[in-house]
């Protein structure tokens, strides 16, 4: 990597370049210490700055990397519930579900949920009938 040598060619000091470019000095520093690279808008900008083209600061290598395997997100029909809970739920959480014949917290989200589930269906049935008897209702 060239980019340290070309910033000192151009005879400006990092802090300088980080500036000219758009972001701060300890990014400058990812760049020129392998820890990272910079995304291809900020890239030529760089080159702009330092009035060269990207192969004199990096090698065609580190330029056009392409994963060879992308990672692919898993199609399910799971939704994942994440909550906030007092510190103490999960200490009474853990002791109370297995004393009251819950296989583990996935088990009783089940169940709360089939409860609920059920709960909500005779809510919404006797909000049609009253609905539907309201309508049957003759107007005075």
Sequence with gaps: ?????????????SKDFAELIGTDAPMVS??????CLPI????????QVLNCIPEDIYTNKELY????????????DKYKLTVSLPKEAQAFLKKA????????????????????QKQFEIIEAKEKEKALRNSEKPDC
């Design 1 to 13: 990597m060239q980019l340290q040598q070309q910033i000192t060619k151009a005879g400006i000091s």
């Design 40 to 47: 291809p808008e900020m890239l030529k900008v760089m080159c």
């Design 97 to 116: 579900l297995k004393k009251c014949g819950y296989k583990d917290i996935t088990d009783w989200i089940l169940r709360c949920y089939a409860r609920l």
């Design 30 to 35: 990812r760049f020129t210490h392998y820890k």
């Design 65 to 76: 990397y392409k994963p060879t395997k992308q990672k692919t997100k898993k199609e399910t």
